[in-house]
């Protein structure tokens, strides 16, 4: 028997109340609450709008696999669409997202990505000498923006051969606006529309502006000289790629959505993921201790190789862990096709699916002290036990992020060759307040003093 009545949730005549709440509590405490009050499987009812909102591992099988032809990305995502992402690999959806899947899955597959390990080794050498320079100065830094600068720059590297510092801080803090907005509307049912003179639209568009310009100043330098001069990087190979059918290169628009796409997916997210590391290793000393001795054992003293870092399996759990704590896209949406079933409840054509990985994350079923940090928790014979669908920071099925590999290789040598001698320590009292900004972030940012072990 089939019914939606049974659902635990909320159910309001009116879109604005509960859109309200969320908005008031943010989307973070507001999703938590509502698994904590009414358990796995709730409904808000908001107006028109249906909303299940989803944290038992069984029911992301369901959605992202086993039926997951019938979870699309579809109105849910109008805004990144529309607001953001354009097009690209992230918002597309059918043939497109087939064929553009297919011609980039070989750059991120784990062979693909090793050919940017001398970007990565080379931009943590960099940090390492920038650590030097903070642990000399003994002030607190922003360790988002330490992080940030990283990420974007090993991304932007790989995408696009940028080199210059300030078009990497500039770009960041661009991208950055344009991300925050975007989101805070997409699971915020009412929003002013964005030609509405608000300060807020004002600098979204602003920044748009200012990214498209760059990425068309990019593709135009690159037209400018002759295709074998054309550096290695993602934008040529998606520039010197053919449709397998009709052998046409991809649009403008369509390289233009996916370059965008590409440098705003691939490194806030990542560098949320090293701050909450970071964060971790300060409050936990032994963590930091064993990775140190770790990475003593594996690195030796001269330029690390990608095989050293085989050998420093903890600190990947590390990274794993902070992603389970702190998974830097804490919710992620889908809209139902057809109607369907999932354990005898209805779920009716044009619903709104929220995906919870943050509750999935601490499921008591599936966790043991779930809030504890626990890295030696991914030993294999522990992983191999656990449900497969406990965990999904990349999310999960055949739209699993492409960019997973390359994010946990960076942050793996990232975090492997900083916390061999550096060991930030939080500033004394302060309380990192979780909040969804776009990504999961620390709303109070995360000031650390960087020291030298
Ligand atoms: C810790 C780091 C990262 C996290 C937590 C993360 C998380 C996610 C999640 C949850 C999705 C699914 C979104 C959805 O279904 O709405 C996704 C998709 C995606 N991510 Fe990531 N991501 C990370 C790093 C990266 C990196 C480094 C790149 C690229 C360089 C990247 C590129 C993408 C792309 C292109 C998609 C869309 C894939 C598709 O639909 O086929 N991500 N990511």
């Given at each position: 028997m089939v019914s939606t009545t049974k659902v635990p949730g909320r159910f309001s005549p009116f879109i604005v109340d509960i859109a309200l709440e969320m908005y008031q509590k943010g989307l973070l405490d507001f999703f938590m609450d509502v698994w904590r009050t009414y358990g796995d499987f709730a409904r808000l009812q908001m107006g028109p709008i249906t909303m299940f909102v989803v944290a038992h591992p069984d029911h992301v099988r369901h959605i992202m696999v086993t039926n997951a032809q019938n979870y699309v990305k579809g109105p849910s995502y109008d805004t990144i669409r529309k607001l953001l992402l354009g097009n690209g690999l992230l918002t597309s959806t059918g043939e497109t997202w087939r064929k553009q899947r297919k011609l980039m899955a070989p750059f991120f597959s784990p062979i693909g990505i090793a050919a940017f390990d001398h970007i990565i080794i080379s931009t943590a050498e960099m940090m390492i000498q920038r650590w030097r320079e903070h642990a000399a100065k003994a002030q607190p830094v922003e360790m988002l923006d330490e992080m940030m600068f990283a990420t974007a720059t090993i991304i932007l590297k790989a995408l696009f051969s940028t080199e210059s510092d300030e078009t990497i801080a500039e770009l960041r803090s661009t991208i950055e606006k344009m991300v925050a907005f975007t989101v805070n509307r997409t699971f915020n049912p009412v929003s002013l529309p964005v030609w509405m003179p608000l300060k807020s639209h004002q600098e979204y568009r602003q920044a748009r502006q200012k990214v498209l310009a760059y990425i068309d100043q990019l593709i135009e330098q690159r037209r400018r000289i002759p295709p074998e001069q054309w550096p290695d990087d993602l934008l040529s190979r998606l520039m010197n790629s053919r449709d397998e059918e009709s052998g046409e290169p991809i649009s403008d628009e369509q390289l233009k959505d996916e370059a965008v796409t590409l440098f705003v997916a691939g490194h806030e997210t990542t560098a949320q993921t090293l701050m909450f590391t970071w964060y971790l290793l300060s409050q936990h000393p032994d963590v930091a201790n064993k990775i140190k001795f770790e990475a003593d054992a594996a690195l030796g003293n001269g330029r690390p190789t990608l095989d050293d870092f085989k050998n420093m399996p903890y600190t990947l759990y590390v990274i794993k862990e902070a992603l389970r704590l702190y998974p830097a896209s804490p919710i992620y949406a889908r809209d139902t096709v057809a109607d369907d079933a999932i354990d005898g409840i209805k779920i009716p054509a044009g619903s709104r699916i929220t995906l919870v990985p943050y509750a999935t994350h601490r499921h008591p079923d599936f966790w043991e002290l779930p809030e504890c940090f626990i890295p030696s928790r991914w030993e294999p014979q522990y992983e191999q036990k656990r449900h497969r669908y406990a965990y999904h920071p990349f999310s999960t099925?055949?739209?699993?992020?492409?960019g997973n590999n390359l994010s946990l290789l960076e942050s793996h040598i990232l975090v492997g060759m900083l916390a061999r001698h550096f060991a930030p320590k939080l500033v004394e009292g302060h309380v990192p307040q979780l909040r969804i900004q776009g990504t999961l972030t620390s709303h109070n940012g995360m000031p650390m003093v960087i020291r030298v072990r």
């Open positions: 099925g055949q739209r699993i992020c492409i």
